[in-house]
């Protein structure tokens, strides 16, 4: 069966500060997606990027950047210069990549973020 | 390109009532999910479909909900009756050949 692990329930941080959002899974496939997403205050849920299990190249998009470490099984977003808009609870997520269940994630229980000014 | 569609975005209700959330993916998609959110429980997957099939229904609660999927444009989620414990952000989301899922705006169910 597959996991998602989110072991930090609420990270509180002032503005400007880096901060990271740890994310570990289990899953017995081979090939599997990850993907982040944010959701605000406003209620919906947005996507924030799909990493494939076959490519580790972490990935930078403005302050946003993700570690995917296949080794340890995880798969790290990390915040650059935080600012009070990143406040939001995040999570993590997992699907298998082709069988009967393509497309169902496995959700983290997802970390609520607050960024103070 | 719009994204998903749900109605209605505010559902108040008296317990025993008929509710029905309706959601309309996004054209081209060919899998729908429907998700329930609650603070004790988080977010928890109901039933999914993939071409119009529904392929994994054991999150559904019980017998009072249903889901159904005509087309590939329209997903219907009844509650019948409904109860105060039934309240809850009702998400509808789409994918393409299970990648990344897009969510619609919720419905929020309140059960008097």
């Known amino acids: 069966a597959q996991k998602v692990t989110q072991a930090q329930t609420e990270i509180s941080v002032v503005e400007k500060e880096d901060v990271t959002l740890d994310c570990v899974y289990e899953?017995?496939?081979?090939?599997?997606?990850l993907f982040w997403y944010k959701q605000p205050p406003s209620g919906e849920l947005v996507f924030l990027i799909r990493?494939?299990?076959?490519?580790?190249q972490n990935e930078i998009s403005g302050r946003y950047s993700w570690n995917f470490q296949k080794s340890t099984s995880s798969f790290n977003f990390t915040i650059t210069a935080s600012q009070v808009v990143d406040s939001a609870v995040y999570f993590c997520?997992?699907?298998?990549?082709?069988?009967?269940?393509?497309?169902?994630?496995?959700f983290g229980q997802g970390t609520i973020l607050t960024v103070h000014p | 390109d719009a994204g998903v569609i749900q109605s209605p975005r505010h559902e108040v209700t008296e317990m025993g009532q008929e509710v029905t959330l309706r959601c309309k993916p996004i054209?081209?998609?060919?899998?729908l999910f429907w998700y329930r959110q609650t603070m004790m429980r988080g977010l928890e997957l109901l039933i999914y479909?993939?071409?119009?099939?529904?392929?994994?229904d054991s999150g559904m609660p019980e017998d009072r909900f249903s889901a159904k999927m005509p087309n590939a444009s329209f997903s219907t989620l009844k509650i019948q009756p409904s109860e105060p414990r039934d309240s809850a952000v009702y998400f509808c989301?789409?994918?393409?050949?299970?990648?990344?899922?897009?969510f619609g705006p919720g419905t929020r169910l309140t059960v008097t």
């Open positions: 899953t017995r496939d081979t090939t599997y997606y």
């Open positions: 054209s081209g998609h060919n899998s």
């Open positions: 990493r494939n299990s076959f490519d580790e």
């Open positions: 997520a997992l699907s298998e990549y082709g069988g009967t269940s393509y497309g169902k994630l496995t």
């Open positions: 479909f993939n071409n119009n099939v529904p392929i994994d």
């Open positions: 989301a789409s994918s393409l050949r299970g990648l990344e899922q897009y």
